[in-house]
């Protein structure tokens, strides 16, 4: 699964990127249409208990891909920005699955806003403005296609046409309003017939409200005044100091939980968003544990068992016969699969089995 980090100018976007990544990717503008990717293990403290069960060779977290991109340049009459980005830019962006917003939230003499001031709301509104522009003139350049030449081809052609331009006529009067696609409900048949676009609207977000050290202590209530603002389907806010969480992660544990005090954070953002980023995407995860590895398997919320094994590989989806599960506490709590078994906690469950968050899975398949 791979995350879009984006920002305007001077956010503090190739920052969070580092800060996620450890990475050393350039800063302050001078990096400024670089790409970057880097990807990231997903916090899961439930894989170091049940390594402590098994004593595996491996421990295997489930990972996030972040690409930290440029903002794209200012829309004018005649030109979208978002269009105008290096082809591989523009690609990379549409191919994400969710964004991850950077929003400026601090003061900084030496690093001047472009606009002069910082004001979150008006840099948010500003980049999701440039989306909207962007995802009008796709849908404009098909609905006057398939309005020119939508009615020719075979009966089902023309129906599928039809079915199209309904579609697009509803994106199309949201944005018109300003209004992104993730707030236009779709059914599964409506997704379907626009999944072809990969409207940057239409794509979950993370809006993370950059602040600075000074204004850790209100963090939380301006994240919650925007969130209260930006109101739209599949958004979630939250907000960290990016330059702070850098520092922290160059310091040995020690000295980091000493800096931690002496700033009076009790603990780092930066696994908070990772997790909001898993949860983002709709994923969540079912664990493997043996002697060999122990390993959390990310997968869609409403997977069923059979979606499961093709996670791990396609043969056991394909000769799939059931599924041992036990929950992850039932796990803990008695130490193996036998005691979970004895305790009648170990259970079989066929292909169509909801997949819990936690589930500790043994596919058993033909070969």
Known sequence: MQIAIIGLARSGRTTVFNTLSRGHAETGGYGAMQLNVGVVKVPDERLDRLAEIFKPRKVVHADVTYVDLPAPPASTEGHVGAEELPAEHLARLRDSDALLHVVRSFENPAVPHPEGSVDPWRDLERLDLEFVFADLAMTERRLERLRATGRHGTPAEREA??????????????????????DVPLDHDEEKAIRGFRFLTQKPVLVLLNVGESDLPAAPRLAAEIAERYAH??????????????????????????????????????DRVIELSYRLLGLISFLTAGPDEVRAWPIRGDSTAVDAAGAIHSD?????????????EDLL?????????????????????RVRDGDVMEILFSK
């Open 161 to 182: 046409n039809e079915r199209e331009e309904v579609v697009l006529a509803r994106l199309h009067e949201a944005l018109v309003a300003g209004r992104p696609i993730r």
């Open 233 to 270: 389907s599949h958004a979630l806010v939250d907000a960290l100091s990016a330059q702070i969480e850098m520092e922290l992660g160059e310091l040995d544990p020690a000295e980091a939980a000493v800096f931690m005090a002496e700033l009076g954070i009790a603990e780092s953002s930066l």
């Open 316 to 328: 056991l989806a394909r000769g799939f016969i059931r599924a041992e599960v036990v929950s992850y």
């Open 333 to 353: 709590r008695f130490g193996s699969m036998a005691e979970a078994r004895k305790h009648g906690r170990l259970r079989s469950e066929g292909k169509t089995y």
